[in-house]
């Protein structure tokens, strides 16, 4: 099982950004797939980004697609999700997921004001 840490959420004007980062622990961090997941008061869990072991096999929900990216650094065990040109409805709890083990963070608060 692996442990996820996730930090970089925060207070944001529409328009702004945001990076938030997911910390792993363990030494297998680069035999998973990781994404990003969010989740609105009120709404189911949706995906925003994943990413490939090595860092290709990138994909994007079409909601944030040009806006986010996702990137990672396996020597550092740290999975990124640069978030640019924030909208009020890209307001949710952030959780980071490494899917080969089904793990899943706490997740960190985003909220986009307008």
């Known amino acids: 099982q692996v442990q996820l840490v996730e930090s970089g959420g925060g207070l944001v004007q529409a328009g702004g950004s945001l990076r938030l980062s997911c910390g792993a622990s363990g030494r297998t961090f680069g035999t998973y797939t990781m994404a990003w997941f969010r989740q609105a008061p009120g709404k189911e869990r949706e995906f925003v980004a994943s990413i490939g072991r090595t860092g290709g096999r990138i994909y994007y929900a079409d909601s944030v697609k040009g806006r986010f990216t996702i990137s990672r650094d396996n020597a550092k065990n740290t999975v990124y999700l640069q978030m640019n040109s924030l909208k009020p409805e890209d307001t949710a709890i952030y959780i980071c997921?490494?899917?080969?083990?089904?793990?899943w963070g706490q997740g960190t608060q985003v909220t986009v004001s307008s």
């Open positions: 997921n490494a899917k080969e083990v089904a793990s």
